[in-house]
C-alpha cells in the first residue's frame, strides 16, 4: 500500500520515538460512514486530504469485508459479490498486518466500527477494541450534548482515549 | 482493564451502577403528566412517548452491545431477556413466536414504570408505557432490524400482565453509503 509509510521499503519499521507509543491512528465510523473521531499519534506520510483519507478507509473496510464473507470456506449461505451484507452475518475480519503496520478492526452489530493502526508486532487487538467501544459508550453514548451520528467532540472522551492507546504495549 | 467474556443478566445488572426505583417511577410520570399538560391530545402524548423512547434506544443499543457480549447474530429472545434484566432489573419472557418466526410478544410481570400510577377517566386512551415500545423500535433500527411494537395487554387498563408484541417488518441491509463518481 502506498499511501502509508515511509517511501523506502524496510523489512523492519523504525521504532516509535515516543516511549509505550505503539498506536499510528484511530478511526471510528458509524454505520452511514460518517467518520466520528479520527486521532492521529504518528503519521509521518499523508497523501490524501482528510476527507478523501476517510472515504478510502472506509471504502476499503467495507470492501474486505464483503471480499472476506464470500470468501469463507465454511458458510452455506453466499450471495453474489456486491449484494449488501446485514452487520451481523458472514465471518468479519478483525485485522490485517503489512510490513510497516498493522490494521486492527472490530465492528458492533449496531454498526459502529473502531479501526486502530499500530506498529506490526502489535498482538492481538480485540480485547483493547472492545475496551475503546466501552469508553465509547461510557463518555458519548451517554453524553446528552452529543448528537447520534455527528462527529464526536467530546473531550473527555478524547482523552481517555489517548490515555489507554499511550498505554497500549 | 479490558471487559470480561459473556457475563449473565444477573452479574450485568449488578454492576451497573443503579439509580433509587422511587426517584425513577416518579420521574417518569412527572414526565408523562407534563406531556399531558402541554400536549392535551391523548394521542400526541402517546406519540411523543414513543419517538422519546426511540431516542433513547439509539443510544441504549451500544451500552447494551458493549455490555452484554452478545454474538453478532443478535438473536431476538436473549436480546429481550438480557436487556430488560440489564437496564430495568425486570424479567421479561418472549413467548408466542409466529410460523415464520417474525413476530413474538414480550411478557413484563412486573413494571416499575407503573408503581403508584393510576389511568383518569379522561385518559383511558393513553399508553403509560409507550416509551418501551419506542426503546425497542429505536435499538432495533440500529441493528438493521425494522420493526412494529404494539401493546397487547396493559396492566393499567385491567388486564393481568403486559404485553408487548414486536413484529420485524424487514432486516435493512448495509448500503455502500457514497456515490461512486466523488
Request: contains cysteine; negative net charge.
Amino acid at each position: 500500500m502506498q499511501f502509508f509509510g515511509g517511501s523506502e521499503i524496510s523489512p523492519s519499521p523504525p521504532v516509535p520515538t515516543a516511549s509505550g507509543n505503539n498506536a499510528y491512528m484511530l478511526y471510528i465510523f458509524n454505520r452511514n460512514g460518517v467518520c466520528l473521531l479520527y486521532r492521529e499519534w504518528n503519521r509521518p506520510l499523508k497523501t490524501l486530504n482528510s476527507q478523501q483519507d476517510h472515504k478510502l478507509m472506509f471504502g476499503l473496510l467495507f470492501s474486505l469485508k464483503s471480499l472476506t464473507a464470500k470468501m469463507d470456506p465454511t458458510c452455506v449461505d453466499k450471495g453474489n459479490l456486491g449484494v449488501p451484507q446485514l452487520p451481523g452475518q458472514g465471518c468479519s475480519f478483525h485485522s490485517f498486518r503489512t510490513n510497516t503496520y498493522k490494521l486492527s478492526l472490530m465492528e458492533s452489530p449496531s454498526g459502529i466500527k473502531i479501526i486502530l493502526v499500530t506498529h506490526p508486532r502489535t498482538g492481538d487487538l480485540r480485547e483493547s477494541l472492545k475496551y475503546i467501544y466501552n469508553l465509547y459508550v461510557e463518555y458519548v453514548v451517554k453524553n446528552p450534548l452529543y448528537s447520534p451520528g455527528a462527529p464526536i467532540r467530546c473531550e473527555l472522551f478524547d482523552t481517555s482515549v489517548d490515555q489507554y492507546v499511550r498505554g497500549l504495549g | 482493564m479490558a471487559p470480561a467474556a459473556p457475563r449473565s443478566d444477573e452479574a450485568i445488572f449488578a454492576s451497573v451502577e443503579h439509580v433509587n426505583s422511587e426517584l425513577f417511577t416518579l420521574t417518569y410520570g412527572a414526565i408523562v403528566r407534563q406531556l399531558l399538560t402541554d400536549l392535551e391530545e391523548v394521542e400526541e402524548v402517546n406519540k411523543q412517548l414513543d419517538q422519546m423512547g426511540y431516542n433513547i434506544g439509539i443510544r441504549l443499543v451500544d451500552e447494551f452491545l458493549a455490555k452484554s457480549n452478545v454474538s453478532k447474530c443478535v438473536d431476538f429472545k436473549e436480546t429481550a431477556e438480557v436487556g430488560f434484566k440489564m437496564f430495568l432489573g425486570i424479567t421479561a419472557s418472549v413467548t408466542n413466536w409466529d410460523a415464520e418466526g417474525t413476530t413474538c410478544s414480550l411478557i413484563l410481570e412486573d413494571n416499575p414504570l407503573v408503581d403508584f400510577v393510576e389511568l383518569p377517566d379522561t385518559c383511558q386512551d393513553l399508553y403509560y408505557c409507550n416509551i418501551f415500545s419506542g426503546i425497542i423500535r429505536g435499538a432495533l433500527e440500529m441493528v438493521s432490524m425494522k420493526t412494529e411494537v404494539t401493546w397487547v395487554r396493559d396492566m393499567l387498563r385491567g388486564d393481568d400482565a403486559f404485553e408487548l408484541k414486536v413484529k420485524l417488518l424487514k432486516q435493512v441491509s448495509e448500503e455502500y453509503p457514497y456515490k461512486d463518481d466523488e
